[in-house]
């Protein structure tokens, strides 16, 4: 399953974990995912992983 938000579209980024020395070695910054049921329009529920910064628009917009 891919490590990717179905809402914002946002995925892993890449930099560099830097150390005292200032040595630079790659790592990846994965998204905060979450896995969220949210009910359609229709009635239906669905499960779906989004990260935290859109669930928290999500609950700021359905009131």
């Known amino acids: 399953m891919a490590r990717r938000c179905m809402i914002s579209g946002k ?3 890449s930099g560099n974990n830097v ?3 200032k040595n630079r ?3 990846r910054f ?3 995912l979450r896995t969220v049921r ?3 329009e229709d009635g239906t ?3 779906i992983r ?4 859109e669930l928290r628009t999500l609950k700021k ?3």
Not at 50 to 53: L, P, T, V
């Open 50 to 53: 989004i990260c935290a910064k």
């Open 19 to 21: 150390s005292h020395a």
């Open 25 to 27: 070695t790659k790592r």
């Open 61 to 63: 917009n359905s009131n």
């Open 38 to 40: 949210i009910t359609l």
């Open 45 to 47: 529920s669905r499960k």
């Open 11 to 13: 995925g892993p980024m």
């Open 30 to 32: 994965l998204p905060n």
